[in-house]
């Protein structure tokens, strides 16, 4: 398994989805981390955060983790 760090844009998308259902799901979809996140496991198609992305868009964890 390896880290990357995550980006300022994926924070942004994680951090706009803590409001989910109350956000602009189509900017979020247009966003190319939109697909990153849902490979990662950190959104479902809704764009309701799962478990690991609330610990991720809630700043607990500071690195993201890529299969």
Sequence with gaps: MSCIRITHE?????VALRSWPDVNLE?????PEWK??????WIMESGELTG????????EHPIGIIR
């Design 10 to 14: 994926m924070a942004t998308l994680l």
């Design 52 to 59: 690991s992305g609330h610990r991720h868009a809630g700043g």
């Design 36 to 41: 990153l996140a849902q490979e990662w496991g």
């Design 27 to 31: 900017a979020l979809r247009a966003m």
